[in-house]
Nanobody, 123 residues
């Protein structure tokens, strides 16, 4: 069983930065998703077990960076130049299957989910 606990959310002004953390145990691939009010949950980023391969939603490339520290069993999401449209609840997710998948952006590929952390960006 993989347990995921997110932290680091908060209320910030547009243009600010935040770093989210997800404490995760186990040999798993990790990802971040987000869900804004009234919208479906969407893929943000994914990172391989080694950290050597990362994947991003096209709209977020250049502003968001996913990373991991396997010694600390933690995955991070660095978010820069935040915009009001980034307001959402952010979830980390774990995939027990560590090989590359073309459909990595699908929620169905992930076996475990955290409770989420709220990020609110004011204009």
């Amino acid at each position: 069983q993989v347990q995921l606990v997110e932290s680091g959310g908060g209320l910030v002004q547009a243009g600010a930065s935040l770093r989210l953390s997800c404490a995760a145990s186990g040999h798993v691939v990790m990802a971040w998703f987000r869900q804004a009010p009234g919208k479906e949950r969407e893929f943000v980023a994914r990172i391989s077990w080694s950290g050597g391969n990362t994947y991003y939603a096209d709209s977020l490339k250049g502003r968001f960076t996913i990373s991991r520290d396997n010694v600390k069993n933690t995955v991070y999401l660095q978010m820069n130049s935040l915009k009001p449209e980034d307001t959402a609840r952010y979830y980390c997710a774990a995939d027990r299957q560590t090989y590359f998948k073309t459909n990595y952006a699908s929620e169905k590929e992930y076996d475990y989910w955290g409770q989420g952390t709220q990020v609110s960006v004011s204009s």
